[in-house]
């Protein structure tokens, strides 16, 4: 394979959290060295000073494979990845019917063989994602699921979910909860709060975030299994999780890149695209959340990529399907919080790129010698408007149709092999 030398970066090294300029020499699906001179017959790429970082590992990614494939291929995820500056999707196993047996999920990891970017899957924790049964944890770590979850429906049997992280201790295996208690959250469209009640939307207290974690929290305590948050979204649960981690447990956290850049009020006249699991929180907590992320408390940052069709989108607001497409737009929305000044590009990256790697035990995610050379080259401060139509996604649910942002993708390599960009 020839060699690639990108010249005239700005080197964005999440490992060591810098923002320098430099180059860098990708050879054999890898990189291979950092400010080094290009090797005869090398391809070189001259960045113009733009931004060049590790690959975006966008963890859970809702997939439509097998079962709702209207909404969203591997395929188009893929494109949608590779435009967006994503390397790695990590997918959920809330399909239909849901990843929750070794056949299912080699059938999936066939069928996303074929995608531009790398795909990884979860798998169900309990079958058919019931919270009645446990899955066959072992078989399906072997069939190569990186870690199990039942998605945004909480395990209300505590002493099902008890045992599930028992066993999963045993294995080593990661399991990921969704925070919320089940029964508190039943029907919510939105967080409590005057404007809820203006509204008349049915809501639900921030409360319900923290029962749900202190729950799970105390199980992961009891029985010393390896857990991770998908979404903290309130600053009522951020002193639990500091305590959990004082503690030394192996918890860890993450949240989607619209409860980091939207709050409650952006729901406005009943804008369906911005209905979300959990509901979109007040600003104070909008805010805690991101000086979270930056104190290293909240490790991850995602898309939580949910597709939906228009028919699911077009209905009154408590009944519409929640989530949103993220994958083509978590890094300008990402942007948003570099220019504001939340967050640094090498703090985003971290959460984005590098924590993910780290907690699924993943090769990327770094700018050092020998890490594999998926790598995305964007422009953060290149400003355009936002048109839903043009996302390579099969669903065009977004809520940032028609916003203003800044941060465009040049280009997108996995394994030194470019998948997205012309020239730059």
């Given at each position: ?59 859970g990614v809702k997939i439509g494979e097998p079962g709702e494939r209207h909404k969203e291929s591997f395929r188009s995820a893929g494109l949608a990845a590779a435009a967006g500056g994503v390397t790695t999707i990590v997918a ?138 998908d979404q903290i979204t309130t600053a009522r649960a951020l002193p639990a999780l500091r305590r959990a981690r004082d503690a030394g447990l192996d918890v860890t956290a993450g949240i989607s890149i619209h409860h980091l850049t ?163």
């Amino acid at each position: 394979m020839t060699a690639t030398l990108f010249t005239n970066a700005r080197l964005i090294d999440p490992e060591a959290q810098t923002d320098a300029p430099g180059s860098l020499l990708v050879q054999g699906g890898v990189i291979e060295a950092i400010d080094a001179p290009a090797p005869e017959g090398a391809t070189v790429i001259d960045c113009q000073g733009r931004a060049l970082a590790p690959g975006i590992i966008d963890w859970g990614v809702k997939i439509g494979e097998p079962g709702e494939r209207h909404k969203e291929s591997f395929r188009s995820a893929g494109l949608a990845a590779a435009a967006g500056g994503v390397t790695t999707i990590v997918a959920r196993p809330d399909t239909a019917p849901p990843i929750d047996t070794p056949e299912s999920l080699e059938f999936v990891t066939r069928r996303a063989a074929d995608a531009p970017v790398n795909i990884r899957h979860m798998a169900a924790l309990t079958k058919a994602r019931e919270g009645r049964e446990m899955v066959e944890i072992g078989f399906l770590t072997d069939a190569g699921a990186v870690a199990f979850t039942d998605g945004v429906r909480q395990v209300a049997d505590t002493r099902l979910l008890s045992r599930c992280m028992t066993y999963a201790r045993g294995l080593g295996a990661l399991i990921v909860g969704h925070p919320q208690d089940a029964d508190l959250s039943r029907g919510a469209a939105a967080t409590s709060g005057k404007f809820a009640s203006i509204y008349g939307i049915p809501a639900v207290s921030p409360v319900a975030e923290v029962i749900g974690l202190d729950r799970d929290l105390a199980l992961a305590q009891m029985t010393g299994c390896r857990w991770h948050a998908d979404q903290i979204t309130t600053a009522r649960a951020l002193p639990a999780l500091r305590r959990a981690r004082d503690a030394g447990l192996d918890v860890t956290a993450g949240i989607s890149i619209h409860h980091l850049t939207l709050n409650e009020y952006d729901i406005g006249d009943y804008r369906t695209f911005f209905r979300f699991t959990p509901p979109l929180r007040s600003e104070d907590d909008r805010l805690a959340m991101v000086q979270a992320v930056a104190d290293g408390l909240i490790d991850v940052i995602a898309s939580f990529h949910t597709p939906q069709d228009e028919e699911s989108k077009r209905l009154p607001f408590e009944a519409a399907a929640p989530g949103a497409v993220g994958l083509q737009t978590l890094l300008p929305a990402a942007m948003r919080l570099y220019h504001g000044g939340g967050l640094t590009l090498p703090q985003l990256w971290r959460a984005m790129s590098l924590n993910p790697a780290r907690r699924l035990g993943l090769p990327g995610g770094r700018l050092s010698v020998g890490a594999p050379a998926d790598l995305v080259l964007f422009d953060p401060d290149a400003p355009f408007v936002l048109d839903r139509f043009t996302l390579l996604s099969k669903s065009k649910n977004t809520p940032f149709d028609g916003a203003r942002m800044e941060g465009r993708v040049i280009g997108t390599w996995v394994a030194g092999r470019r998948v997205f960009g012309g020239e730059p």
